[in-house]
Nanobody
């Protein structure tokens, strides 16, 4: 099982980045995919999730309206479009998979990928 996150980098406040999570080794259509982030010295926090069908998405309050999660079943890839970035969005971003998630805030990962660093300068 692999979840490969990419697309991080350094961006100025107000800018945009798109993260990608390329997956392999499991049946992509059977799993919801979620993004988490961890800032230095802080716990890993939930950011966004998309159901296996793509029909349901859920966002943390801190990113709602600025971030958009989507999926491409043909590429087994999930994206996180991040707009209007703020310095407080600086963190390592991780993607993860949950076979039982349907909707809401009940995302419980069983697989994790490595992280990608996002740094937002003021």
């Amino acid at each position: 099982v692999q979840l490969q996150a990419s697309g991080g980098g350094l961006v100025q406040a107000g800018g945009s980045l798109r993260l990608s999570c390329a997956t392999s080794g499991f049946t992509f259509d059977d799993y919801a995919i979620g993004w988490f982030r961890q800032a230095p010295g802080k716990e890993r926090d939930f950011v966004a999730a998309i159901s296996w069908s793509g029909g349901s998405t859920y966002y943390a309050g801190s990113v709602k309206g600025r971030f958009t999660i989507s999926k491409d079943n043909a590429k087994n890839t999930v994206y996180l479009q991040m707009d209007s970035l703020r310095p407080e969005d600086t963190a390592v971003y991780y993607c993860s998979a949950d076979p039982q998630y349907y909707s809401g805030d009940a995302f419980r990962p069983v697989y994790w990928g490595q992280g990608t660093q996002v740094t937002v300068s003021s």
